[in-house]
Structures are given as C-alpha cells and as structure tokens.
C-alpha cells in the first residue's frame, strides 16, 4: 500500500469513528471576536500562563524575558521589576492558581512569585534529576519533574522513555510516577558514523497535573488521554477523531526555508516524519478541561482545538485563522502568538460562550469511539 493510499485508509477510518456511537464531534466554533493585542520585540514565539482578570505571565527565552503581560493596563512589564536580580536566563513557566513558577538556567533554580512580582520562594535545582526544572504542582505542595534518558553521543538515548517524577518541596525523595513514549527516531548514517535523531515535525507525550495529584498526559501515539492518580491507578479516555495529514514536499521545504542560505541542511540530511502527530500543545484550563492545538499542514491557514473534559472525552471543537498559535488557556480567554518583522503580537481572545449541551454538562459520549 502506498503512503497517499495508506492516508486516505486512515482518513477514513477517523471520519467513521466520528460518526459511531450514540454521539457525533461537536460542531466548529469560530474563534472570530476581534482580540485585544500587545506587541513585544522578540524573534521567537513565547510560553505563557494565564493569571486571571487579562493578566498573563509570559517567558520569551531566547531574549531573557520573563514579563507581566497586562491587557486591561495594555502594559508588559518585567516579572519582579526592571532591576530585579533574582534570575538571569528564565526558560520554565508554570502557575499554580495566581502564583508563578519560574524556571532560570542561568541561577539554576526555581523561583515563585506573587502576581504582583514579590519573590515568594527560591526552589534549588536537584541533582539526581540532573537539573530538571518543575513543570507543575499540585495542592499538597508535591512538584512534578519530566526526566529525560541520559545522553549517550550516537544519540541511542533518544530510544528511550523520559519519566515523570514526583517530589516533595524539601526534595528529600523521589518517586517515577509515570513514563513518557520514546521520541520517533531515526538512524542517520553520514560518513564513518551513525547516529539517531528525531524526526522533523514528529510529535511528543504532553502532560499535566490537577490539584488532587491525578496526572494526565496526552499520548501522542494514539491520540488520548491517560490519568494516573495519587494511588497509581491508570485510566485510560477515548481514542480521538483526527485526520492525518502527510507530511508533504511543501513542508519540507518551507521547513528548511527557516534555515539561512549559508547553514541550510540538505533534505537528505535531515530525518523527516511520514505524517503530522494529532496535536502540537496541550493545557490543563480552569474547570479542569484539557485544550489541544491540532496539527495542521504549514500551508493552511485554519488550525483546529480540541476541548476535552477531564476523562479525556471530546466536548469543543474551536478553530483559529491565520498563523497564530496557542500558548495559554484562561478562565474565559485565551492567549495567542504571532510573528511578524517587528517581533511578536501578543493575541488575547474572548472564549466565546459553551454551547447549551456543553455548559448543561452532558458529554460526547461517542466521539472518539472505534
């Protein structure tokens, strides 16, 4: 079977499981309001979380830039104020209702701050998770840690499982709660070596964590969720409805375009996926809905979001037009990014009202079902 054939067996098979069952996907909310903007002068797109009230903590790594992202004052401005000295290079991002965690390589540690930029509490980095910043926390105070394999130089550590540890504030012990699929790989031979590297455009497990200690993670492979609870109890949601999309020539192309002239890669050179993973972002969102931003061709200007409830079951369908991307989920908005020549617009936009089915609570109970 031919890939394109192959591609439109499986188109197939996704249209039939949206249509089985007692239920259908919900219908495609445009995501048209007008949205209210701000304009930063960074190259590449930020990571965001939402602090409520049009407030949003933004981390734009590449520039050192952690800021306060204030759309009712129509300000940004730098977390702890344009003297601080309490991190050098921010790159982790994560909230716990209001309050900051902030992940700095430069000091190598984690600092936590109030909404209105007070330095709360310095988490040092822990040396048997190799320096492993926090990616969330939970209401008991535990932090959760994603521990990548340790390197070997053909790369063969990319084969492997990355684990999602927990640990108390003191980081006195540490517990594997969960692990990781491995990264798609491919051997690439050049010259008297080999070495395996992950394919371009090939997709990774995302997850997060809800306040009671229950972990989810958005498997890439089969396009669902998994929860684990404090108890290690494994539960497993419905396989979504996605199409898949074939990583085509002109991907590649515009792909390797973002190369300048004198260091671009030959398409050989580089391992390419087959196809787009189901999704590129997950967020966990207050009422504790998961949001995933779809995959889409490079070339389309509609990318799709799927709103889960917290089993993992198929509640929203939103589309965004044109390039910009998701980067956080709020209460009753969202916040998007986009590139331009001058830098990067800071997009805030309305969710617009659940339809009745949703906000009386009744689920798709046969979306996703096979």
Not at 118 to 134: H, N, Q, T
Not at 246 to 267: A, F, I, M, N, W
Request: a positive charge; charged letters at 20%; glycine letters at 10%.
């Amino acid at each position: 079977m031919s890939l394109r054939v192959g591609l439109r067996v499986l188109l197939g098979l996704a249209a039939s499981a949206c249509d089985s069952g007692s239920g259908r996907v919900p219908p495609t909310e445009n995501l048209s309001a007008a949205p209210d903007t701000l304009v930063a002068e960074w190259a590449n797109l930020p990571v965001a979380v939402s602090l409520g009230g049009g407030r949003w903590a933004v981390v734009a790594p590449g520039w050192d830039a952690a800021t306060i992202a204030d759309f009712r004052a129509r300000s940004l401005t730098p977390l702890g104020g344009p003297k601080q000295r309490a991190y050098l290079h921010p790159s982790a991002l994560f909230a716990v209702g209001d309050t900051i965690y902030l992940g700095d390589w430069g000091l190598r540690r984690t600092t936590v701050w109030s909404p209105d930029g007070r330095l709360l509490d310095s988490i040092p980095v822990a040396d048997p998770l190799r320096g492993a910043f926090p990616h969330a926390r939970d209401a008991a105070g535990q932090l959760y840690y994603e521990v990548t394999p340790l390197p070997r130089r053909d790369g063969s550590h990319n084969r492997d499982s990355a684990a999602i540890v927990r640990a108390p504030r003191s980081l006195a012990r540490f517990d594997s709660v969960a692990r990781l699929a491995p990264l798609d790989v491919m051997e690439m031979k050049r010259e008297s070596s080999s070495r395996f590297e992950r394919r371009v455009f090939s997709g990774t497990d995302l997850w997060g964590v809800w306040p009671d200690g229950t972990l989810w993670i958005a498997r890439v492979g089969r396009a669902q969720i998994v929860s684990v609870d404090a108890q290690g109890r494994v539960t497993k949601g419905p396989e979504l409805p996605d199409p898949v999309w074939e990583v085509t020539q002109s991907d590649r192309d515009r792909y390797l375009q973002g190369y300048t002239e004198d260091v671009r890669p030959k398409e050989a050179d580089l391992p390419f996926a087959l196809i787009f993973p189901p999704f590129t972002a997950a967020f966990a969102a207050p009422g504790q809905t998961i949001w995933l931003e779809k995959s889409k061709p490079m070339l389309d200007s509609a990318r799709m979001i799927h709103v889960l409830d917290r089993a993992g079951h198929l509640i929203r369908v939103l589309q965004i037009n044109g390039a910009a991307r998701l980067i956080a989920v709020g209460g009753n908005a969202l916040l998007l990014a986009e590139q331009f020549e001058k830098g990067v617009r800071l997009l805030q936009v309305r969710i617009p009202a659940a339809p009745r089915s949703v906000a009386g609570g009744s689920r798709n109970k046969g979306a996703g079902a096979r």
